[in-house]
């Protein structure tokens, strides 16, 4: 497959996209941070297959990290990732520079209320203006037809969704599944960070996720599951920020067992100094899913 263009420049990026969408071109964006994995290659293999042109950004977006968060340390390696991409059929990959996404004098931003506001909104405050702001930045310099995101970022989703809807931007948000490595350990850029004893004590995430759909499935109350998953979590001492069963749109907490509603358990915590996150969406109890 033929190497993907790089492209630096806002406005080259848009006369690249303009000029293949009025030659009747469906594209496909996947914004990314870079540091790439199998994860985001699912996101890719997504668009290609729904669209005929795929553009991928890479920026380590600064405003998105709080001041004592690894913004200097995330890993970067654009010509590993440009490689990788130019094994999946991307065409463009947009990669600015700060300078180029927050010019001197900068001082626009999008402030998304509802669902930014609980779990990573109360924890990491100005996180979600950044990640909205930059998204819609870089909407506007790829227009693309759809727009693609991993479910492991579940309340990241909420709040682009709401921000589409909210601003009326025309394009389709596509959510695709967590992709995990062999032993449930969800994929993440950060995962470099841990050690080999980090990595071994952090798959008690997705075990505990598992433990606690079974326990859903075999109807036990919401307020035991969220106390077996805390035990499970503690005993790996693993530090947990939250691991809370939550309405899946509403992101509000679930007192009692809603057959009707769509239920998602939410965890964020830290394996020594990682922070990760990750989810799982619990089975409808009145199908036979469970
Ligand atoms: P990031 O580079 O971490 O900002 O992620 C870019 C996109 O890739 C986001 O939509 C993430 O939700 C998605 N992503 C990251 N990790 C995974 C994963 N393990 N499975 C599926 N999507 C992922």
Redesign the pocket.
């Known amino acids: 497959m033929p190497t993907p263009r790089i492209v630096r420049k806002r406005a080259e990026m848009r006369d690249l996209i303009v000029t293949n969408r009025a030659l009747g071109r469906r594209i496909g964006f ?6 790439l ?1 199998l ?2 290659t ?2 890719i293999d997504r668009a290609a297959s729904e669209c005929d042109d795929v553009v991928t950004s890479i920026f380590v977006n600064p405003i998105q990290f709080g001041p004592n968060e690894d913004y200097e340390k995330y890993p970067r390696d654009l010509h590993a990732d440009v490689h990788l991409l130019s094994q999946h059929g991307v065409r463009w990959v947009f990669a600015p520079d700060v300078q180029e996404m927050f010019p001197p004098g900068d001082s626009t931003r999008v402030e998304v209320s509802g669902p930014a506001k609980p779990y990573e909104g109360t924890l990491r405050p100005s996180h979600f203006s950044g990640v909205a702001t930059i998204v819609l930045r870089l909407l506007q310099s790829a227009p693309a037809h759809n727009i ?6 579940w309340q ?1 989703i909420l709040v682009i969704r709401q921000m589409v809807r909210d601003l009326g931007i025309d394009i389709e948000v596509v959510t ?5 490595d062999q032993d449930g350990l ?4 950060r995962n470099a960070y841990l050690s080999a004893t980090e990595r071994k004590r952090a798959l008690v995430i997705y075990s505990s996720l598992r433990q606690a759909e079974k326990l859903w499935c075999s109807g036990v109350a919401i307020n035991r599951i969220e106390q077996e998953l805390k035990k499970m979590l503690s005993a790996q001492e693993i530090q947990i920020e939250y691991a809370d069963i939550v309405d899946a749109k509403s992101l509000l907490k679930m007192h009692k067992n809603n057959p009707n509603a769509s239920v998602i358990i939410l965890i964020a915590c830290r394996v020594g100094s990682t922070r990760l996150i990750d989810n799982l969406l619990l089975p409808s109890q009145t199908l036979s899913s469970c």
């Open positions: 996947i914004p990314t941070m870079g540091s994995h994860g985001h699912s996101l693609y995101f991993g479910a492991k970022d990241q695709c599944p967590t992709v995990r969800a994929m993440s850029s």
